[in-house]
Nanobody
Framework: QVQLVESGGGLVQPGGSLRLSCTASGSVFSENTMGWYRQAPGKERELVAR???????SYGDSVFGRFTISRDNAKQTVWLQMNSLKPEDTAVYYC?????????WGKGTLVTVSL
């Protein structure tokens, strides 16, 4: 069984930065995709970024060029560096793992971008 634990959310002003982290317990392999999704109030959950084997990250259109995903397979940890944050980035951010056809989710961490 895999569990995902996120940290790093909080309140930040527009233009600021935050770094989220997610550490997985249980067995996670480098070929398993890890990533971040977010869900704002009244909206559907959307992809923020994902990465497999520490290479070839992909990003949602709304965050491309502002957010960076990285991963340490030995630590079973994925990070999301968020820069130039905007109020529309306000959401609950969920860590995600796709492991051989099974989806695992963290409980989420709230990011609020506001003055």
């Amino acid at each position: 069984q895999v569990q995902l634990v996120e940290s790093g959310g909080g309140l930040v002003q527009p233009g600021g930065s935050l770094r989220l982290s997610c550490t997985a317990s249980g067995s996670v392999f480098s070929e398993n995709t890890m990533g971040w999704y977010r869900q704002a109030p009244g909206k559907e959950r959307e992809l923020v970024a994902r990465i497999r084997s520490g290479r070839d990250p992909s990003y949602g259109d709304s965050v491309f060029g502002r957010f960076t995903i990285s991963r340490d397979n030995a630590k079973q940890t994925v990070w999301l560096q968020m820069n130039s944050l905007k109020p529309e980035d306000t959401a609950v951010y969920y860590c995600h793992l796709r492991k051989y056809g099974e989806d695992y989710w963290g409980k989420g961490t709230l990011v609020t971008v506001s003055l």
